[in-house]
């Protein structure tokens, strides 16, 4: 009961601002020139691509000046990399089994370097979201070249405006310090590679062998809970994954039966973007009802795919994947401290 009831108030806390609004101008405009070149290039379909490597401005909000161009061109490179790998694998017939193992060794080595250099947001989330969505899509060989150009030109631009922010700032304040990260010990980063692999692997495993579609949402919400250390954290994230994204859903589900398009998707995608980094510092489920839909229109318009059939498939591979990796973290929790 006690436990019940302190999971309830964790899941429900709402967080400080902390400066949201910065991050998310950023998000916003690392978003909306990529998708804006491409829809006047008449190649929406390469926005899937942009988006992902515009995630690189949701690194480093805990960092300034040279700290935070640091991380950002390390995810920049990583981000870019995990799409490319995405493409390679979309090629093969046999993708959809072929993308599990390879996830899994994109969740080892993002985890690996999350630690080592302290990312915020911490783990390989991003990093397996972009490869296994990618990898999820039919690809021809020619596609490579476009998916790298796109995502690494998106990427660099998001360290442009990640480092025009700190610039600025440094103008106005010079006597300021820029931090920068400090690498970690790697005393506990074998035992966070090996759930986050376990995790994937396990997942992504379930997802495909069931059937179920867009098995990667699988992979991707068990390595969730696993960003947390400990089990009572990793509950919590767990919690507010499920519950945020049954309300994200929801959101979805009107999104989709408007069926926006051009100037007005690309819009949709940048209002969804900034709330979400608005709210995902605050509270993680109030954050998963607009990524919800964010993900879903993402996916949707590269792969179109019937609504009642996108929204079950994220739906059903949410829990699944939630399930496995608190699961995962309860096995591989440290012993030591308990």
Known sequence: MILHRDLTRSAL???????????????????????????????????IYAAFGA???????????????????????????????????????????????????????????????????????????????VASIPAQVEDLGAAVLVA??????????GSAGSAWRAVRRPSGRASAWHPRHPSAA??????????VLVAGAV?????????????????????????????????????????????????LALEPRGLVLILVVVVLQVGAELLVGRNYALALVVITPLALLMVHLAAPTPTR???????????????IGILTGYLTRDRSRA
């Open 13 to 47: 806390r709402v967080g400080p601002h902390n400066g949201a609004h910065r991050v998310a101008l950023r998000a916003g405009l690392s978003v909306l020139v990529p998708l804006l070149v491409l829809w006047s290039m008449g190649h929406l379909d390469w926005s």
């Open 190 to 199: 074998r035992r966070h590679v090996a759930r986050s692999v376990i995790g």
């Open 152 to 161: 690494g030109g998106s990427a660099l631009f998001a360290v442009g405006v």
């Open 207 to 255: 997802a495909t062998g069931i059937g179920i579609g867009h098995p990667y949402w699988a992979m991707v919400s068990a390595v969730v809970p696993l960003a947390a250390k400990d089990l009572f954290p990793q509950l919590v994230r767990g919690l507010q994954r499920v519950v945020g994204t049954g309300l994200g859903l929801l959101t979805a589900g009107l999104l």
């Open 309 to 323: 059939t996108l929204l079950f498939d994220r739906g059903v591979e949410t829990v699944i994947g939630v399930v």
């Open 55 to 133: 995630f690189t401005s949701l690194y480093g909000r805990q960092r300034g000046g040279r700290g935070r161009a640091q991380l950002q061109v390390t995810l920049a490179v990583a981000l870019t990399a995990s799409v490319a790998l995405g493409v390679v694998v979309g090629i093969s017939p046999h993708r959809a089994w072929l993308a599990v193992p390879v996830a899994g060794l994109v969740a080892g080595i993002g985890s690996w370097f999350s630690d080592l250099e302290d990312w915020h947001p911490p783990g390989p989330l991003f990093m397996i979201f972009a490869f296994a969505a």
